[in-house]
């Protein structure tokens, strides 16, 4: 893969925060991921498999959530909350 190419990721990431709730203290990631027409094949290839492993290298005892955006936005996860990561939130 070619340095350009690895420059048209438009995988984002914010740093992790913690959340607290009166019981508990968890980190939470929110990726973000463009749709645009610009990232159109190969580059939205790419993409979609560096979230994909961002995602599966997440501790287990963390929420997470993805926004794709382009035209508009959405989120991954209903009700635009994270979800707590496990087997089956990753994938």
Request: with cysteine; proline share 2%; glycine share 4%.
């Amino acid at each position: 893969m070619s340095e350009a190419e690895k420059q048209m990721y438009e995988v984002e990431t914010e740093s992790p925060r913690k959340q607290t709730s009166k019981t508990d203290e968890f980190d939470e990631y929110i990726f973000m991921i463009d749709t645009s027409c610009s990232m159109g094949g190969k580059y939205f290839k790419f993409a979609t498999e560096a979230l994909l492993l961002f995602v599966q290298s997440l501790p287990h005892d963390c929420r997470f959530n993805v926004i794709s955006y382009g035209t508009s936005h959405q989120f991954l996860f209903e009700e635009e909350r994270s979800v707590w990561y496990d087997d089956e939130s990753a994938t």
